[in-house]
T-cell receptor, first 114, second 114 residues
Framework: EAQVTQNPRYLITVTGKKLTVTCSQN?????MSWYRQDPGLGLRQIYY???????DKGDVPEGYKVSRKEKRNFPLILESPSPNQTSLYFC?????????????FGQGTRLTVV | KNQVEQSPQSLIILEGKNCTLQ??????????LRWYKQDTGRGPVSLTI?????NTKSNGRYTATLDADTKQSSLHITASQLSDSASYIC?????????????FGTGTRLLVSP
């Protein structure tokens, strides 16, 4: 089954404790992206990757890091989480090509930083 | 500035009734427009994708329309069911940036009441 898998689904952590949210896709997609979703706001892009070892900042990259060492994996790293990073996070993947290309989303990771 | 605006913000309808959700966008040059359904706390799931040349596209009880001249789209839900209760998100991509920079609306929250 084609899917994007995120782990963990839920995470409560303390300020300053480094954490990693994993994202893996089984569709051999080149493009992957991380978003955060907050009440009253649309999904906002954190980082995206167009292929292995190619990453770039989205609209809200501060406080986050990513890596793309393998095509299927795109982990999101919070080196020193703060309460304003409490949010619902989504990973997405897609094939290249703007016209009519499907984007698949993971099930989400709800992060709470206390 | 590329923007997507959706209306209404929220909607309550009785089971079995029809409803229409609206999406206006300013993204240019336009590539495609997608409607996603997002259950609470879950990842968005694609309903339809329409490119410039497509005026309408259906997916079961969901029918999306696109007017590229006025930059408007609508999502019509026929004979609503309780399982239609969700947020519906309009997403537009530009020919210049494609998947790298999807522009998300803030969604319409639909509640179908028995």
């Amino acid at each position: 089954e084609a899917q994007v898998t995120q782990n963990p689904r839920y995470l409560i952590t303390v300020t300053g404790k480094k954490l990693t949210v994993t994202c893996s896709q089984n569709m051999n997609h080149e493009y992957m992206s991380w978003y955060r979703q907050d009440p009253g706001l649309g999904l906002r892009q954190i980082y995206y990757s167009m292929n292995v070892e190619v990453t770039d900042k989205g609209d809200v990259p501060e406080g986050y890091k990513v890596s793309r060492k393998e095509k299927r994996n795109f982990p999101l790293i919070l080196e020193s989480p703060s309460p304003n990073q409490t949010s619902l996070y989504f990973c997405a993947s897609s094939l290249p090509g703007a016209r009519g290309t499907e984007a698949f989303f993971g099930q989400g990771t709800r992060l709470t930083v206390v | 500035k590329n923007q997507v605006e959706q209306s209404p913000q929220s909607l309550i309808i009785l089971e079995g009734k029809n409803c229409t959700l609206q999406c206006n966008y300013t993204v240019s040059p336009f590539s495609n427009l997608r409607w996603y359904k997002q259950d609470t706390g879950r990842g968005p799931v694609s309903l339809t994708i329409m490119t410039f040349s497509e005026n309408t596209k259906s997916n079961g009880r969901y029918t999306a329309t696109l007017d590229a001249d006025t930059k408007q789209s609508s999502l019509h839900i026929t004979a609503s069911q309780l399982s239609d209760s969700a947020s519906y998100i309009c997403v537009v991509s530009s020919m210049n940036t494609g998947f790298q920079k999807l522009v998300f609306g803030t969604g319409t929250r639909l509640l179908v009441s028995p």
